[in-house]
């Protein structure tokens, strides 16, 4: 069985720091994209930031000058550092995993910025 299993998200004051987790299961891992993304209530999912397998990123606008994505293939674990929280930050995050068969999600994890 393949699982992504997501920790970190909380509740933080807007220009606070956060640090999102994802650690994979029963998957080689080291040869996939993977990437965060979030979904806020009432709004589409979207994507916040892509890692390819040899460290290749990519990033949301909105994002890009604040977050940043990582890996570290031999723990098969992905982050998602988090600087300068801003109210509109708030959404649940995914973690997603690109496989041949299909897009694999994790449970997603809350992360809310507000005063």
């Known amino acids: 069985q393949v699982h992504l299993v997501e920790s970190g998200g909380n509740l933080v004051q807007p220009g606070g720091s956060l640090r999102l987790s994802c650690a994979a299961s029963?998957?080689?891992?080291?040869?996939?994209?993977m990437g965060w993304y979030r979904q806020a209530p009432g709004k589409q999912r979207e994507l916040v930031a892509r890692?390819?397998?040899?460290?290749?990123?990519n990033y949301a606008d909105s994002v890009k000058d604040r977050f940043s994505i990582s890996r570290d293939n031999r723990k098969k674990l992905l982050y998602l550092q988090m600087n300068s929280l801003k109210p509109e930050d708030t959404a649940v995050y995914y973690c997603?995993?690109?496989?041949?068969?299909?897009?694999?999600w994790g449970q997603g994890t809350q992360v809310t910025v507000s005063s």
């Open positions: 997603h995993l690109e496989l041949p068969s299909g897009d694999l």
């Open positions: 029963g998957t080689i891992f080291s040869i996939y994209t």
């Open positions: 890692i390819t397998s040899v460290g290749r990123t």
